[in-house]
């Protein structure tokens, strides 16, 4: 990428320079004034989305309703700035809020006042871990989590919602619980403890929502109304369930009357700007809930990104996302706040209404101040249950049963790697529940290239082309065996290898020459190395020749530089 | 390996399969009367060698002295049965009792009369684990213990004993302590406290098995000795200075003198048949020790045996061998004994000492079986400065910086696991150790192939063959990039994949056409199946068409199955 500087250029470069570090200059110094209209509507419509959710994932995560919308301003007007995905909605989401109620749960109960500090903290650590992360160009950590984990847990941890949402939506007084089976058991022992009105609101609620998700649009299409006005009603959905059944309880002042959960007084007012207190010790204890929503809330959070993204030709750059999502959850730490990162379903909402730049999400942040400072005062009757309901119905778009059918068909590695990862965080807890994911996935990658697959390979015709005897018509020789393996060697797959040559050699006594085609060998490390020669050594004294062939440029340079090519014998390998 | 059945071939094929699992049976039934003599040889020298070192390493271990004669008789004929070495000589070996010491040292402390006990459950534990695996054909887990991690474990270890029988040469009264660095520091604090007559009684005693081991042989034989009469003499060493030291303690009561420690009263009498008490608590406590110990022991115990068998053209099955040292272990914890495996250097010496058979073995057991009967109360003064001066030099022999060096020169990787494992082993003890450096091999072997080789590739004259274009002068077309990627396509690589082929579309523009080829990917996981589809739709819509060439069978059977090819376009794919 060097270029003859030219007049000018320097300049350029250096604008260049900028937006990488700047995303937001590429779409503010070119805005183009048709792009606005789709960014206002799609704006107003994430907003719509955003209230309720922002305040039931604040809930989910242990936390008073406000800080749900605390943490959908700042963070969003950082990550517009920093962020590379243009359409990215960011603010709260379901699995970090569950992260965030298992790992500060943990350390102090729901009630404990240092909770919401705690909440503050890990925000301070997600962000300061996600923008490290992003300068030291370390995105790439990511990749270890598989789409099969990453889809087992987020599966799991539906489930975990929707079920820990099940209590307020039938009104029941439950402890906190972590554990799957545990939260099952309390609720079926305390199901004769429902508060029925609540129930009845909540699966009304439940009712419309999906009803609005799937047919409202249908039949609104049918009454005749414009494309323009169905988008906004549809996403309004959650809204309107949000306005209906404040109305329905304020109405018939159900909190008295049926001993309704509402959401209270919801402080009025803009967050003031916070440092939050801590010490060492919170650190630590904090650190390994922080990592790990650092790293799932950037996997969810740039598969979105990147999948948007593709279908515009935009390009989506790790590492800056990273440092996107960290100074976004940096301005949620310093602004009462609490962990953030891009949300699916949103994103695609934002998408779909229009969104073509940062600037919507600008605008969606600016709602949300306005919200905040003008109409906190219209939740105080709006009753927990729909809020419960808003949540249940998002998580059930989480379950995802698909993809594990596609693994089982295509590949049962991946297929039970995704099966522990889910039965892991159901039976032993999110945390742990990735972790032991995570580790499966790697020992079944290793398990797997410790048992390569190894061809005895004739010629095709007159060619150099060597073809698993198995499979093609191939030439063969007596005396001459040829072995393919489809792997590189290395300490846990070169004894399976030796074994395999021993046993071709022992059950074919007239062979004279052995040659092993190196084509698909990537690297060989010392151990498989040091098994080469040892087996070279015992085949000469068995009175046969051991050949390599096919091996690769890197490969046989590092062989050439220590020595081994001669050794080995120079006409013995190619 | 199915023959047509002929008349007789039934039982011959029982026979086969009988001394598969008894393969004592291939040399008892066809013993040749010319192997007698090395046979008996062997046998002896191995006695002599064994005596000293198996109380040396009982009392490493933290044990009484004949606890390592006990597990020098029926371990042996276990194996001599069972095993499929025919020269390996099982017994107490150094690393093992290292491991016994620091695993059973961490329950109780050493004057625990529960200590000896543990010791039984152990080679209990360890026989189960060892059977259990070999009857699983569980072998190939040791390949995941890399030659350099066993290097650096090895050598670490070998440190650790050193410096733990300095104090027993020096005559010191320590404390015994796990870490190296605390070891050190005791050992320099209490300097001045050393027992100077035990310190030289030691100091001679290296002295002496140095030049035994260096020089003897060949001073011998230039005074004309007969080869058959130096052999004897020079593997006689450690036995030469325990008699001499004996009697030097004894004839100047040094032990009264000059408070030099002796070994005392030895019980005679061959070892009683005991089971092992014990509850699951202790079960489980011992299990991580247990599996350190039967991996490693395992590891040590067939490269020897492999070294040793391909010498001779002989075969080693490494499930068997699990099942004949598992054996080996029982019969250790069944006679008072402790862990054991086959040891390097004294299979060695049983090997060049003649050994043919599983017969040097049995005369062995029997001798030390003739020393707890008649010997015993010629090591009452027998001082402890000499076993430990036996323990030096032999581990002095382990301390390997060669391997490391080689790696160094080959493979950066392999050589940071060597140091990583050595400075675990020595910093944070022999068990963690060894789990700290197992740990990092791997991860270091995800990290290489997370990172895969990929080259930008041209066409070979107007062969069919492409080349890496850095590399090679090939043709290349305007329009066309063909890159080959050495890796199998997983969930941690496929990311770096993309970014490469992104970042190469965009740096050329003219690109209609971009080839992969698949000749290195031995699988594609669901993972990167995925992104390879993701990828490919982007490119369609940016005007690049994506195709895939040089895909494996087996790699393609698995895309046909799903209906891979078919969404791809079969055109496209080959």
Chains 1, 2 share one sequence.
């Not at 990550?79 to 569950?98: E, M």
């Not at 009357?257 to 630590?284: E, H």
């Not at 889910?422 to 529940?433: S, Y």
Request: aromatic share 10%; charged share 15%; proline share 4%.
């Amino acid at each position: 990428m060097t270029t003859r500087p030219e007049r000018g250029s320097e300049l350029k470069s250096f604008g260049f320079q900028l937006s990488r570090y700047f995303p937001f200059l590429d779409w503010l110094l070119h805005y183009r004034s048709q792009d606005l209209s789709g960014d206002m509507t799609a704006g107003v419509i994430a907003a719509i989305l955003l209230v309720p959710q922002s305040m039931a994932y604040a809930l989910l995560a242990g936390l008073p309703a406000q800080v749900g919308l605390y943490a959908s301003i700042l963070p969003l007007i950082l990550y517009a700035l920093l962020g590379t995905s243009r359409v990215l909605s960011v603010g709260p989401v379901a699995i970090v809020s569950l992260l965030i109620a298992t790992g500060i749960g943990k350390l102090v109960p729901l009630t404990d006042p240092a909770y919401l500090m705690l909440a503050m903290v890990l925000a301070l650590l997600v962000g300061l871990l996600q923008m490290g992360m992003g300068l030291a160009r370390f995105g790439f950590v990511a990749n270890f989590l598989s789409h099969a984990v990453v889809s087992g847990f987020i599966s799991a941890s539906a489930l975990i919602i929707g079920l820990g949402q099940l209590k307020h939506l039938m009104g029941l007084k439950l402890p906190s619980t972590e554990s799957f089976v545990a939260l099952l058991g309390a609720i079926t022992h305390h199901l004769p403890e429902t508060n029925w009105v609540t129930f009845a609101i909540g699966l009304g609620s439940m009712g419309f929502l999906i009803y609005a998700q799937q047919f409202l649009g249908k039949v609104l299409k049918r009454y005749g109304l414009p494309a323009n006005w169905i988008v906004p009603i549809v996403r309004g959905g959650p809204l309107l369930v949000v306005i209906g059944c404040t109305l329905l309880v304020w109405g018939l002042r159900l909190d008295q009357i049926a001993q309704v959960k509402i959401i209270g007084a919801v402080p009025a007012g803009l967050p003031s700007l916070t440092l939050p207190g801590f010490d060492t010790k919170i650190l630590s204890d904090l650190l390994p809930t922080a990592l790990i929503i650092s790293l799932v809330g950037f996997v969810e959070s740039i598969a979105v990104a990147k999948s948007l993204a593709s279908k515009r030709r935009q390009k989506i750059d790790a590492n800056q996302e990273l440092i996107g999502l960290g100074a976004a959850n940096l301005g949620a730490a310093f602004t009462g706040g609490f962990p953030v990162t891009g949300g699916v379903s949103r994103s695609v909402v934002n998408f779909a209404a229009g969104a073509n730049t940062g600037l919507a999400s600008l605008i969606t942040a600016f709602l949300i101040a306005l919200t905040l400072i003008f109409l906190t005062p219209l939740f105080y009757f709006l009753p927990q249950t729909t809020l419960a309901a808003t949540i249940i119905v998002a998580v059930m778009g989480l379950l995802d049963v698909k993809t594990f059918q596609q693994m089982w068909h295509y590949d049962k590695a991946d297929a039970f790697s995704l099966l522990v990862t889910f039965l892991a965080v159901l039976g032993i807890g999110v945390e742990m529940g990735i972790i032991v994911g995570v580790m499966t996935s790697l020992l079944l990658y290793l398990w797997r290239t410790s048992r390569p697959h190894i061809a005895v390979v004739g010629r095709v015709g007159d060619t150099e082309q060597f073809r698993n005897v198995l499979r093609h018509s191939v030439k063969t020789y007596p005396h001459v065996m040829v072995v393919r393996v489809d792997e590189s060697l290395y300490f846990a797959n070169t004894k399976y290898l030796e074994d395999f040559l021993r046993q071709a050699i022992a059950d074919h006594p007239d062979i004279r020459h052995l040659l092993l085609i190196c084509s698909a060998i990537n690297f060989i490390d010392a151990s498989a190395l040091e098994t080469l020669e040892t087996l070279r050594d015992e085949l000469q004294t068995a009175g046969v020749n051991f050949y390599l062939a096919e091996v690769k440029g890197p490969v046989m340079d590092r062989l050439q530089k220590i020595g081994f090519v001669n050794r080995w014998g120079s006409d013995r390998i190619s």
